[in-house]
């Protein structure tokens, strides 16, 4: 439907005005160009002809009438300004009803475009194998924690076993390199411990050493002793021997010289084997001391060894986290052979039967979140200004259009795909703008979400028809 009429309302005087086809929902805009304050509801409109229509009709039967009357007889003054009145009346009867209409659509905006929705997911097995047990049927209603269906789990429970198996392996392991690193600590400390005992008889060697040089400072000191007393009794005995021919010296007086030079001789020998003596002991102070030295130096390269012999359990213990995560990983799998509904729900779109082999990832059907259901509605873009979040709806649902759900506008749609028709293509570069001027404008509609607050589960599906009736006040 198309045509052009004049709005009285522009700020400028009457303009010409286009028709603009809205779906079945239609406004009246200025020259073909959307303007605020010359939109009118084509509904409306379409009433008003209607009524103008009944009107004219109603006129024209009137004037027949009237001039019926006036032919019979000369209509008096009062009939002429009665019909006047009533057709008066009858005119704006018809414009308050219009203004009537034109606010209540304006301000309780409604649409029969509308769905009902709820959100659903796709039940996809996390492990995979033959379907064992499938405990629901298609359309079923299932509630929170109930068991959906059941996967093989030997396979999963043997990689528990084998893991909790490797894990214990681990433990053994480690307990084992525990018991031998101690044995190795052991081993160091006796290392240690021999260090120390070679440190003490080096120090003990070391004082025999300083004792024996002692020895033999003593002893050559008693060796030029008794060299000089030697010397002076051999120099008696041979100054007295010829004084004994003159009779200067009794003879007793040289036996003493010799004897005291025997004697004397005697003690430098003595003191002569007593220097070698201290000397072979020092000699062999020196070599315990070098052998003590020796043995220092090989404790402590066993005590070195010994050391770096022993081994850490790092490497080992650093794998628990892996074998660990191997149980968990396996006995998580494990659970996972049994799956249970999330929340409260409808199974829809089961095409499987028990012996069905699963892959993971892929649905094994769908269910709806019975929870919570939405009533959808596409309303024009003129009307989003009288609909905001926290308004009180009605939703009707076309399986039982005699029963009225209440809701809550829940949020009002900010995008739709824009129409190439209008702005061109959006590609890279410059924009494609079409080189065209429509005279009939659709105006775009936007999708308000509606929570329905008072849901009946056997009458609420997915992609259910409803009509939706915003209440603004």
């Known amino acids: 439907m198309a045509g052009v009429f004049h709005c009285c309302d522009c700020v400028d005087g009457p303009r010409p005005v286009g028709i603009v086809a809205l779906a079945g929902e239609s406004s009246i805009t200025v020259a073909g160009l959307p303007e605020p304050g010359c939109t009118f509801d084509l509904r409306t409109v379409a009433h008003l002809f209607?009524?103008?229509t009944v009107i004219e009709f109603l006129m024209l039967q009137f004037s027949a009438a009237r001039r019926k009357t006036m032919e019979l007889d000369s209509a008096t003054t009062t009939t002429k300004q009665l019909s006047r009145w009533v057709t008066i009346g009858i005119l704006i009867g018809a414009i308050v009803l219009g203004l009537a209409v034109l606010d209540h659509i304006n301000h309780s905006p409604r649409t029969d475009d509308a769905e009902v929705f709820a959100n659903f997911i796709g039940i996809a097995p996390q492990v995979e194998g033959p379907i064992v047990r499938?405990?629901?049927r298609d359309n079923q209603f299932v509630k929170r924690g109930e068991l959906l269906y059941e996967i093989d789990e030997r396979p999963y429970q043997y990689a528990l076993e084998r893991a909790l198996s490797e894990q214990g392996g681990l433990e053994g392991q480690i307990a084992d390199e525990q018991r031998r690193i101690n044995a190795l600590v052991s081993g160091v400390s006796v290392a240690k411990a021999n260090v120390s005992s070679s440190q003490a008889d080096m120090a003990r060697w070391a004082a025999a050493v300083e004792q024996a040089r002692a020895d033999v400072a003593n002893?050559?000191?008693?060796v030029s002793r008794a060299k000089a007393e030697w010397t002076y009794a051999s120099n008696n005995l041979h100054r007295l021997e010829p004084l004994l021919a003159k009779q200067f010296v009794t003879v007793d007086q040289v036996d003493r010289a010799k004897t005291s030079e025997i004697a004397q001789s005697e003690g430098l020998k003595q003191a002569d084997s007593q220097l070698r003596l201290s000397q072979a002991g020092l000699q062999s102070a020196l070599a315990q001391y070098?052998?003590?030295?020796?043995?220092l130096e090989q404790s402590k390269a066993q005590h070195e060894q010994a050391h770096n012999s022993v081994t850490s359990l790092e490497p080992l213990v650093n794998q628990r986290g892996a074998r660990e995560s191997a149980v968990k990983g396996a006995r998580y799998n494990l659970n996972?052979?049994?799956?249970?509904a999330p929340f409260d729900a409808l199974v829809t779109n089961l095409t499987i039967s028990e012996g069905a082999y699963?892959?993971?990832g892929q649905d094994v059907f769908t269910l709806i979140d019975a929870r919570t259901w939405w009533a959808i509605g596409n309303f024009r873009e003129s009307q989003l200004s009288h609909i905001a979040p926290g308004m009180r709806a009605d939703v009707y649902v076309l399986s039982k259009p005699?029963?009225?759900?209440?809701?809550?506008?829940d949020s009002v749609g900010f995008g739709v795909t824009p129409d190439p028709d209008v702005i061109g293509k959006l590609d890279k570069g410059l924009p494609d703008v079409q080189r065209t001027l429509?005279?009939?404008h659709l105006a775009s509609r936007y999708p308000v979400r509606v929570r329905v607050e008072n849901p009946a589960p056997e009458l609420f599906r997915v992609g259910e028809s409803a009509v939706v009736t915003i209440r603004t006040n």
């Open 290 to 295: 070098d052998r003590s030295k020796a043995a």
């Open 219 to 222: 002893a050559e000191q008693g």
């Open 358 to 360: 699963a892959h993971v």
């Open 50 to 52: 209607l009524l103008a």
């Open 438 to 440: 429509n005279w009939v």
């Open 402 to 409: 005699s029963i009225r759900f209440t809701g809550i506008v």
């Open 134 to 136: 499938l405990n629901v």
């Open 336 to 340: 996972n052979c049994k799956v249970y």
